[in-house]
């Protein structure tokens, strides 16, 4: 009997699967509010049920909503989490209580508000593509559960993007850099005033270390619309920080206080910087600051000891060690190089990477090119991929012809990576590793290629 039920509910999630993506991508967009603004007043404003922290940045939004959901359930609260995209399936988005909803779950949520969304569909000129459909179903379901908060990630920008609806409690924005131009300007500071759009009035704008062109446009909406500001390296940030087995030890100064002995099971001196935005988000959230004292450092501990960031350096095997990690634009991946070169003793690494069309593939290439002996260019199952050969032809200009290989098919890719990884002289003192990157994609793809990751 269950046998037959997960059938069904594999069979319905996979039509549902189906339906939704027929819709416009999450690359192709119609800047606006309108289409969703109209499904959450159809569904009785679901977005108004519970307060929301929101996540707006280029880069670390994921990471740290995730750690946001960790603490805030290490007080007791019940929290659902939007984050995107995805890395192997799209329940990932949509999360309850820490887990991604049941596929019956997410069934059921789409149904309930396919009637609402045909009629939005039908009211206007452009139907209401997958990212907003997948909006409007989280809010409906964190409003049904019901949940005490919501953690919502942006997907892209921030003043019109669809999750924008809500009017965030806490505003958070991770660095800004470049990325998405076509649609959100041609310079860091116009960026960051696209992302500034999710700081609302009465709210608490917690902004992570900024370039000073982007903090400006990030302050100056807040001082519009009379939010409270908290930034990192004034009123909070990473005071102290250690390389630790499995991650790093660090020493945080929050709005309410120091604390000290954290261990985060993440590498690279970025993740300690999305913890300390991650906790002074809570801590806003909470009403905790220099008058109150710190919350509850056991409590703190705990949740950051069980934080974990799928495709973030992610270690999937080992002799020779695979690193998993989904950097896709520059700034991410000389985040991921530096987190590479302080935390793993690699004498000879090998890149594998796969990218997407619309990224500075170039930028990424050259960041990695002083770390990677050799690259395996591949591509990904994506629509947006760029096709192998291409790939390689920007890589050679990087590396040079006799560093880069190519193979198309991502797991041929990895096979020839760790086999070069192998022939390395040093493999026999564990000093060689192979790291899959370049596109979310390729690194959810390579996640399922290791069955779903883990050391």
């Not at 000891?305 to 002799?319: D, F, H, I, Y």
Request: aromatic fraction near 4%; include cysteine; charge should be negative.
């Amino acid at each position: 009997m269950s046998n037959g039920s997960t059938g069904d509910s594999s069979r319905d999630m996979a039509r549902v699967e189906d339906e939704l993506l027929a819709r416009w991508p999450e690359s192709r967009l119609e800047p606006s509010l309108t289409r969703i603004n109209a499904l959450v007043d159809l569904l009785g404003s679901p977005h108004r049920a519970m307060p929301v922290i929101q996540v707006a940045g280029t880069n670390g939004k994921t990471t740290t909503a995730r750690m946001i959901d960790e603490l805030l359930r290490g007080f007791g609260l019940r929290v659902g989490r939007f984050t995107s995209p995805h890395l192997q399936s799209m329940r990932e988005r949509i999360v309850l209580d820490g887990e991604p909803v049941s596929a019956e779950r997410f069934v059921e949520t789409y149904r309930d508000i396919e009637p609402y969304v045909q009629m939005v569909d039908a009211a206007g000129e452009i139907p209401m593509s997958f990212f907003e459909v997948m909006v409007g179903m989280a809010y409906a379901l964190f409003a049904d559960a019901p949940v005490d908060v919501a953690v919502i990630e942006v997907g892209m920008g921030g003043r019109w993007d669809a999750t924008n609806v809500a009017d965030a409690r806490v505003a958070v924005v991770t660095p800004v850099d470049m990325d998405h131009a076509e649609y959100l300007g041609p310079d860091v500071p116009t960026i960051a005033g696209e992302k500034a759009g999710i700081i609302k009035a009465d709210s608490i704008a917690v902004l992570a270390h900024q370039q000073p062109g982007a903090l400006d446009a990030l302050v100056r909406r807040a001082v519009e619309v009379e939010a409270v500001v908290a930034r990192e390296g004034t009123e909070f940030g990473v005071l102290e920080r250690k390389v630790a087995v499995g991650g790093q030890q660090v020493r945080l100064q929050g709005l309410g206080g120091e604390y000290d002995e954290v261990f985060l099971p993440l590498f690279g001196r970025h993740q300690a910087q999305n913890a300390a935005t991650a906790l002074a988000a809570v801590e806003a959230f909470l009403g905790a600051g220099a008058a109150t004292g710190p919350i509850e450092q056991e409590t703190v501990r705990a949740a950051f000891a069980g934080v974990r960031s799928p495709g973030r350096l992610e270690k999937v095997r080992t002799s020779p060690t695979v690193l998993i990690d989904a950097a896709h634009n520059p700034a991410g991946m000389t985040a991921t190089v530096e987190a590479l070169r302080e935390s793993f003793d690699f004498t000879r690494l090998v890149g594998v990477v796969g990218a997407v069309h619309g990224k500075d593939v170039a930028g990424m290439l050259a960041a990695l090119e002083d770390v990677c002996a050799e690259l395996v260019v591949t591509q990904n199952t994506s629509p947006r991929a760029i096709p192998a050969d291409e790939l390689a032809t920007l890589a050679v200009e990087v590396f040079g012809a006799d560093r880069v290989s190519v193979q198309p098919v991502l797991r041929e890719a990895v096979t020839e990576a760790i086999e070069l990884a192998e022939a390395g002289p040093d493999d026999a003192l564990g000093g060689s590793g192979v790291l899959v990157t370049g596109s979310v994609v390729t690194a959810g793809e390579a996640r399922t290629l290791f069955a779903g990751g883990g050391a």
